[in-house]
């Protein structure tokens, strides 16, 4: 066991907030320029996600929780898979959010219409 005053020590050396400034100021210009790309993308997509549910008469109360399906999917296609690997991952995404009390259906519609991503060929 480590003695509990040395895992303090450990600790305070790990969250040296200057130190975690030093790294943060380093990569923030990076940083900056990842969100300055991603979100144009993300807003983009969300607005197509809310098409596809006004389109299916979706009710605003519901909206928020599709605008989650659809940020997990966005988060999916953004890996680096795709084909029958991605329609799995999908259609578990949408098991999870049907067991949740969504409309299959419309979680179907944002998958194929906003992502393009089919359904799996195998159950």
Known sequence: MIDPAKRIANWNVGYNTERIKAKVDEKRPAMLANVTA?????????????????????TVIEIPFYLNF?????????????????????????????????????LQSIRTDVFNVVAPSAP
């Open 38 to 58: 991603v979100y144009p993308l993300i807003t983009a997509m969300e607005l197509q996600v809310k098409q596809v549910c006004d389109g299916a008469g979706v």
């Open 70 to 106: 659809g940020r997990e999917m966005w988060a999916l296609s953004r890996k680096e898979i795709s084909g029958e690997t991605l329609a799995i991952e999908a259609a578990t995404l949408i098991a999870k959010w049907v067991a949740r009390g969504l409309t299959q259906s419309v």
